[in-house]
């Protein structure tokens, strides 16, 4: 048992070291810009590069586990705001919000990283992305059949939607946000929830339906 609790302990130590590295892969990419070396990281970090190498092999997996903490910061905002919401416009909104939000909160983190010559960077950030369509797709699904409809379009609507949004997020972080936030969501809402409210005219629905507000 003490063995397992050194490991455990051992490991949970590296895990806190490994972050405190990205943090400061972060800071220094901040001040160096997209070029920075592994010997400009180890000195923001305070560390000899070898034990920088210790972490990670090379820049390229540092940079892949940078690309990696942003995709996960997204997926914590924008999945429990898709969970959560009951009403269908409003759900839409939420997710844009969310969505926008973690953008702006890591806004210089996001240009500095689509700015980095990695793929594998660009590919953990799609992943975050359909990530978020999927479980957008289990709520509209859960709301179509709730109406009776044909729950086939979820998936390909959720992938729209998230893919919609992804593109709108980056014009506006690349522009510097050249609107505010609350207005952005409400424009795409407004253009997203058209097409969603228009599957109730063609089913002859009432505007209201309680089954998918429910």
């Known amino acids: 048992m003490q063995v397992n609790g050194r490991k455990a302990r051992w490991a949970d130590h590296r895990e806190q070291r490994r ?18 070396d592994m010997e400009q990281v ?19 997996q540092l940079w892949l586990a940078v690309g990696e903490h942003l995709a996960a910061q997204v997926l914590a905002v924008v999945t429990p705001a898709v969970a959560q919401v009951r009403e269908e416009r409003a759900l839409i909104a939420a997710t844009i919000d ?9 806004a210089d983190l996001y240009q500095l990283l689509m700015r980095v010559d990695l793929p594998g960077v ?7 992305v359909q990530t978020v369509s999927s479980g957008l797709s289990r709520v509209i699904g859960d709301r179509l059949r709730a109406l009776g ?5 979820a998936e390909p609507w ?5 893919g919609l949004v992804q593109a ?38 009432p505007i209201r339906e309680a089954a998918w507000n429910s």
């Open 19 to 36: 972050l405190e590295l990205i943090q400061a892969a972060i800071e220094a990419a901040m001040r160096f810009g997209p070029g920075v």
């Open 42 to 60: 180890a000195l923001v970090a305070g560390v000899s590069k070898p034990v920088l190498y210790r972490y990670f092999a090379d820049k390229s």
């Open 98 to 106: 969310a969505y926008l939000g973690a953008l702006e909160s890591q």
């Open 122 to 128: 660009h590919h953990l950030i799609n992943g975050a």
């Open 149 to 153: 409809l044909d729950a086939g379009p």
């Open 158 to 162: 959720a992938v729209g939607i998230v």
């Open 168 to 205: 709108a997020g980056d014009w506006w972080i690349r522009h510097r946000r050249p609107m505010g936030r609350e207005a952005l969501t409400d424009y795409l809402t407004t253009l997203l929830w058209q097409g969603i409210d228009g599957v109730r005219a063609a089913a002859d629905l």
